[in-house]
Nanobody
């Protein structure tokens, strides 16, 4: 059972930055594809970004492309989501999730993800 723990959320003014971390308990092929989702109050959860821990493609939603960046530190078993130029509409609970390497369909479909963290709150407000 892979465990995911998010951290790094907080409150920031518009235009500010935050870096979210997702520490995973172990790497397996069953959890090689890792993504970030967010859920704003009263809205459905949406995919923000995702990539293969083992390398290969990276995906971003149109709403965050050019502002958010995924990275990783394999020695710490941690993936990061660097969020720059934050906007009020980026507010929400951010979840880390992991899917099998061999997923099919859409990277932003939460049904392909097997493991989920409990989330971390991000608030962007002046």
């Amino acid at each position: 059972q892979v465990q995911l723990v998010e951290s790094g959320g907080g409150s920031v003014q518009p235009g500010g930055s935050l870096r979210l971390s997702c520490q995973y308990s172990e790497w397996t092929h069953q959890s090689d594809f890792m993504g970030w989702f967010r859920q704003a109050p009263g809205k459905e959860r949406e995919g923000v970004a995702a990539f293969y821990v083992s390398g290969d493609r990276t995906y971003y939603s149109d709403s965050v492309k050019g502002r958010f960046t995924l990275s990783q530190d394999d020695s710490l078993k941690t993936v990061y989501l660097q969020m720059n130029n934050l906007k009020p509409e980026d507010t929400g609970i951010y979840y880390c999730a992991a899917a099998p390497h061999w997923w099919t369909g859409s990277w932003s479909d939460e049904r392909i993800y097997v493991y989920w963290g409990k989330g971390t709150q991000v608030t962007v407000s002046s």
